[in-house]
């Protein structure tokens, strides 16, 4: 379906924040990887901000058109050789990198990966899952990790961070996109979410980064004074915010304006729209009222169930199918004592008699050397 | 939602964070150790987090079980969440047998606080033939926060759902028997009969009822009298359905049983709706015997009975009628509804004359197979068809008796609304 925008659609204010994330993410994931290999000045972060800005804006603005020529089955053809020849290109250049150890290799590798991020931003819609730019984009982390320091530490943990709210808010829009338009706002409801789970992943991998800073590749041969200065670092990530912030905010208007809807769905399948009610009290359910046995009945139940709990204690596991007669069969006890506590504890239990004091002193004897019997005897 | 997408995420971070994992502990890379150790992390939680989503939800199903073609029928889903957490995007399928589509999907996007229900109501059409469909079963899918795992249950609310065929008023009924009426209780005629109402006072005969001697008369006039009461006339229909499986022809809409079930039902739906008591007899793969009765649950009971017919019977219409005539009521309206017009007519007449001379009124409508399609033998050539027709109508005008031959290209809804429709001269 290629239909306009809804108005009113809870959807839109999603696919915006999903389409900052998934810019944040690239333009997070690239800058790292260029402060880690390369000389990363302001004109160069400016440039990746925008030119990343610049793709993703015309991505999810045009990108539909694109494969509007193709088949089912063609674009499938297309995935796959292309997957295929990423997935190629990605191997190489790892081995490249870490065989050879050489900053400027990796450096080059490293603008190559961000040009090629801007270019799956321009054809996210090809794949109809934005699969392509993630890839790429955690691929521009592995390089940055490579580098070890401040800025892989910041790669990963920032990394994961953009990848979970991406997933977050790209769920949330394809099921809203999924159905007929509605008010529902989920948007700070998602983020809260995300960042619920996220928080502690997040503060973990930070504490085990404070506690031991991560090192770089040892092949890598460093010059001693090439490596970036904490300074330096510091008045990079400081600029990347202001850009990332800047190019957000254009991303965010800009889809919100530009969007087209693309949610589809199986024909056999039809998606209603509702009439919500209001939200009710479940009932509370009654109260569990275990049943007082009195006299020698309860002495004998008493006994029986205290086997019972000893039993599980041993890991014996019953079913509340299973009868007493079921349970004594697969209890792993002596089965003298067991079948006399299980007989008594049947009448007891349900027969019409009130048992005597001798039939409550031979369960009692029975449940000790039971329970005993249980202590030796594993469960089988 | 399409989880091919969510089991691409999915698998990628599995295949990714397992690469990043393996590079980092042999290069010992702690940062890429730490890249896939966070990883998983994400995966766990969303695991944990899409099983626990699911797990104290509960949902069910309020729906009306029955409903006319092209009604459109609301649907309430009660969705309880049992659990202490919130939920959040919760989806529900459907299955409503009657619609065209296979599946309802419905979205509550949340918030469904815990210990808390919700009721969700949808309004699907019935846009399928007459019959007896199912609805069902329910299907409750959840995911985690970053819809990495997706978690589904099936709920085997499986219900049946009648869908009773549209009914048409049908014009040429009122004139047979009594008139319309709000109360059929109401309904007598000023001649002596059994009714409660009181119509006045005659001289005693031979065979009346002790009981029912007028005492201060007896006594003013010197000579026994009686107290008189009106005749009960509650219009009293019965319907004769053939379902004869050697009358069937033509298929889907344009079959022998389709006209017989719509035409039974707007003959029935119209009679209740007038006040008549209405009983249906016929003789399919099982006997359709639906006892006096009015009103619209009546009716309704009627229809369910129809939708259930199967032109699978192995008894005549006319034995149909024999069998069941000595218990009419006089002043009763019968209704023959034949699935062709090849009766045998000595027969129809012998049957036609029984019926009137207890009293009872009766009314043929045939249905012509041979202008159906023909299933599993041949139709009888146009002419033979047209003399048939013309000795069926000469007949029912020698008898007096009101009835109508309605043919496979006939709009029924055309048809059954025409005034003139049960007029012995057509």
Redesign the interface.
């Known amino acids: 379906m290629n239909g306009a925008a809804r108005p009113g659609d ?1 959807t839109l204010p999603l696919l915006a924040a999903r389409s900052v994330a998934v810019y944040a993410l690239s333009l997070h994931a690239a800058a790292s990887a260029l402060l880690a290999w390369s000389r990363a000045d302001a004109g160069m972060l400016a440039l990746a901000a925008a030119g990343l800005a610049i793709a993703q804006v015309a991505g999810e603005s045009f990108g539909g058109a694109v494969d509007s020529g193709l088949e089912g089955t063609s674009r499938l053809r297309l995935r796959i050789t292309f997957a295929t020849a990423y997935g190629g290109l990605v191997v190489l250049a ?1 081995t490249a990198a ?1 065989g050879s150890g050489e900053p400027r290799l990796i450096g080059q590798e490293t603008m190559v990966f961000t040009v090629l991020q801007a270019a799956f931003l321009l054809l996210a819609d090809l794949g ?2 934005q ?1 392509g730019p ?2 790429n984009a ?1 691929v521009l ?2 390089l940055a ?2 580098g ?1 320091g401040v800025v ?2 910041a ?3 920032g ?2 961070a953009l ?2 709210f991406f ?2 808010l ?3 829009a ?3 996109q ?2 007929p338009a ?1 008010p ?1 706002a ?1 948007l700070a ?2 983020l809260r ?2 960042a619920a ?2 928080a ?2 997040v503060i ?2 930070t504490v ?2 404070f506690v ?1 800073p ?6 890598v041969r460093l010059p001693a004074s090439s490596g970036p200065r904490d300074e330096d670092v510091s008045a990079a990530y400081r600029r990347l915010v202001v850009f990332g912030l800047a190019g957000s905010g254009l991303i965010f208007a800009a889809v919100r304006l530009l969007r087209r809807d693309r949610g ?2 199986s024909t ?15 009932p509370e359910p009654p109260p569990l009222v275990r049943p007082d046995y009195q006299g020698r009945r309860g002495r004998i139940v008493r006994a029986y169930v205290s086997v019972l709990a000893r039993a599980r204690e041993t890991g014996f596991r019953s079913r509340p199918s299973q009868t007493p007669r079921d349970i004594a069969m697969q209890l792993p006890a002596p089965p003298g004592p067991l079948g006399t506590l299980t007989e008594l504890f049947v009448g007891a239990r349900y027969g019409p008699d009130e048992p005597s004091e001798e039939q409550v002193v031979a369960a009692e004897r029975a449940g000790h050397a039971v329970a005993a019997g249980l202590g030796r005897t594993k469960r089988v | ?2 989880r091919a ?2 089991a ?2 999915r698998r ?1 971070l599995y295949a ?1 964070l397992g690469f ?1 994992g393996l ?1 980092g502990l042999a ?6 150790a ?2 896939a ?3 998983f ?2 995966l766990f ?2 695991w944990r ?1 899409g099983r626990g989503g699911m797990a104290r939800l509960a949902v069910s199903r309020e729906v009306y079980p029955s409903a006319f073609e092209g009604d459109t029928v609301p649907v309430s889903i009660a969705l ?3 659990s202490r957490r919130t939920s ?2 919760v ?1 529900v ?1 459907d299955s409503f047998g009657p ?1 065209v ?13 815990g ?10 059409a019935c846009s399928r033939p007459w019959g007896v469909y199912t609805v069902g079963p329910l299907v409750l899918s959840t ?6 795992f997706h978690e589904e249950r099936l709920v085997p609310a499986v219900e049946p759902f009648a869908v009773f065929p549209r009914v048409w008023p049908v014009a040429g009924i009122e004139k047979l028997g009594a008139r319309p009426s709000l109360s059929p209780q109401e309904l007598t005629v000023p001649r002596p009969g059994q009714s409660l109402a009181y119509m006045g006072v005659r001289d005693f005969r031979p065979g009346d009822d002790m009981r029912r001697i007028h005492w201060p008369a007896t006594a003013r006039r010197g000579a026994p009298a009686v107290k008189e009461h009106e005749v009960d006339l509650v219009p009293y229909f019965t319907l004769f359905v053939d379902l004869d499986r050697a009358h069937r022809a033509g298929t889907g809409l344009k079959s022998t049983l389709e006209y017989l079930v719509r035409t039974s039902a707007c003959l029935v739906w119209t009679a209740a709706g007038r006040g008549d008591l209405v009983q249906v007899l016929g003789e399919g793969a099982r006997s359709l015997e639906v006892p006096p009765g009015s009103g619209t649950l009546h009716a309704t009971q009627v229809l369910y009975e129809l939708i259930r017919v199967q032109q699978e019977g192995r008894v005549g219409l006319l034995d149909l009628v024999d069998h069941h005539r000595m218990h009419l009521p006089a002043g009763s309206t019968a209704m023959l509804l034949a699935g062709t017009i090849f009766l045998d007519l000595a027969r129809l007449d012998e049957t036609l004359g029984a019926l009137q001379s207890r009293g009872v009124r009766p009314v043929v409508v045939l249905v012509n197979k041979d202008t159906f399609l023909p299933i599993d033998r041949r139709a009888v050539p146009r002419e033979e068809a047209a003399a048939q027709a013309d000795a069926v109508t000469t007949l029912l005008r020698a008898r007096g008796v009101p009835g109508a031959i309605l043919a496979a290209d006939q709009d029924l809804e055309t048809e059954l609304g025409r005034a003139d429709l049960l007029e012995a001269s057509r």
């Open positions: 809870a790892l870490v109809r899952s699969l993630v890839a955690l982390v592995v990790s490579l070890g892989a530490a790669a990963v943990v990394g994961l990848l979970g997933l977050a790209d769920h949330a394809r099921v809203l999924a159905y509605g529902a989920l409801a998602t979410r995300a789970s996220l502690p992943i973990g991998l085990l980064f031991s991560p090192a770089p590749l040892a092949q589809a769905r056999l399948e039809e998606a209603l729209p509702l009439e919500r009610g209001t939200e009710e009290a479940l | 939602m399409n997408r969510t691409v995420y990628f990714f990043a590079l290069l010992r890379v702690e940062a890429l730490a890249l150790l966070g990883g992390a994400l939680l969303a987090q309880d969440n049992r959040w995007l989806e399928r619609a589509a296979d599946r309802q999907a419905l979205l509550e996007p949340g918030p469904l606080r210990a808390r229900r919700r009721r969700l109501v949808y309004r699907t995911s985690d926060p970053f819809g990495l």
